[in-house]
């Protein structure tokens, strides 16, 4: 993204981070927990970077323009990446609610001695 002057905002997560927050949310993890993962891996990268460049920098001034340019590029990749795998997270935790509603509601009326349709009750 850097190389070729990609705005950060433009980021989308890759589907590995869609299908870990889904994996997460199933497994009752919370998204403050999802959420770190990725303030500490940004942390991580940020150290490397940071070293990095100042190994092939010399100049501060340089040192500096170059780490603001960046700093703004990643941080606004991590609030588009984060952003879009807490939606991802709260979508499936909404569908599993749902479903749970569904099954209980069909336990409710089947336990009450309600005629229940089969075919339904099958799908959840």
Do not use: K
């Not at 994996?23 to 942390?43: D, E, K, P």
């Not at 588009?80 to 979508?91: C, F, G, K, R």
């Not at 075919?119 to 959840?124: F, L, T, V």
């Amino acid at each position: 993204m850097l190389r070729h002057e990609i705005p950060g905002t433009r980021a989308e997560p890759p589907v590995a981070a869609l299908e870990h927050a889904r994996h997460m949310a199933a497994h009752g993890v919370s998204i403050n927990a999802t959420l770190r993962f990725y303030r500490l891996g940004h942390a991580w990268f940020w150290n490397l970077w940071v070293d990095a460049l100042g190994t092939q920098i010399a100049d501060g001034v340089r040192l500096a323009a170059v780490l603001q340019e960046t700093s703004a590029v990643s941080f606004a990749y991590l609030d588009e990446i984060s952003t879009a795998v807490s939606v991802e997270l709260l979508a499936s935790v909404t569908a599993a609610c749902a479903a749970h509603a569904q099954r209980e509601d069909l336990i409710v009326r089947i336990l009450a001695g309600e005629t229940v349709d089969a075919a339904r009750a099958e799908r959840h």
